[in-house]
């Protein structure tokens, strides 16, 4: 079964609205997550290390201001975009290792679309 | 900068018979491989994986070719079905630890359709 739960699964805003997406780890502990977007028939990209108790790490180029990421809890953590725009609808993807040594497992992911 | 890719775009292939989906690398840096397998409007699902201590591994239908001189791998599916019809991603990363453990590094992706 699945053992990461990301929602919502889709969502609509308004451009210049702020959107929340929730990635949990189902009955395991990760004090790391992973967040990944994809844009259509393109490759998955890392966008961002999320670090239990302290400060995301970003990859070059993802603007740490505008994809704000809050790791709260052992297995909670959040991407909030902001300030959306149609340039970053896109699909966003959340993964975490269940433990050391073991693959990561991705959630369903959540499509934005910004109008 | 590319630094994983799967040259192969899409493949088609009759039920029944083998499926192999290529992929290339480019830094050697990268000690453990992953194909993951990915429906629209989900997130991937993790086939199998192998380190680059070893050449091959084996699950059920499923086998990973390493070969780590020509920095290629290779997912083979034996024998084909129409379920198996999906996007199959390949990712490497830096298994050894540090700032690096655990960020995997994705190809583009190869449509697999597997015809009855």
């Known amino acids: 079964g699945a053992v990461v739960s990301q929602h919502p699964s889709w969502v609509i805003c308004k451009s210049g609205t702020s959107v929340k997406i929730e990635c949990r780890s189902l009955d395991f502990q990760a004090t790391t997550m992973f967040w990944y977007r994809q844009f259509p028939k393109q490759s998955l990209m890392l966008m961002a290390t999320s670090n239990e108790g302290s400060k995301a790490t970003y990859e070059q180029g993802v603007e740490k201001d505008k994809f704000l990421i809050n790791h709260a809890s052992l297995t909670l953590s959040t991407l909030t975009v902001t300030s959306a725009h149609p340039e970053d609808s896109s699909f966003y993807i959340c993964s975490a290792r269940r433990g050391a040594g073991s693959p990561l497992h991705f959630g369903n992911g959540t499509r934005l679309t910004v109008t | 900068d590319q630094q994983v890719k799967q040259n192969s775009p899409s493949l088609s292939v009759q039920e029944g018979r083998i499926s192999i989906l290529n992929c290339d690398y480019t830094?050697?840096?990268?000690?453990?491989f992953l194909w993951y397998k990915k429906y629209p409007a989900e997130g991937p699902t993790f086939l199998i994986s192998?380190?680059?201590?070893?050449d091959k591994n084996e699950d059920g239908r499923f086998t990973v070719f390493l070969n780590k001189s020509a920095k290629h791998l290779s997912l083979h599916i034996v024998p084909s079905q129409p379920g198996d019809s999906a996007v199959y991603f390949c990712?490497?990363?830096?298994?050894?630890?540090?700032?690096?453990?655990?960020?995997?590094?994705f190809g583009q992706g190869t449509i697999l359709t597997v015809h009855p």
């Open positions: 192998i380190s680059s201590i070893k």
């Open positions: 830094n050697s840096m990268f000690d453990y």
């Open positions: 990712a490497a990363s830096v298994r050894a630890g540090g700032t690096s453990y655990g960020k995997l590094t």
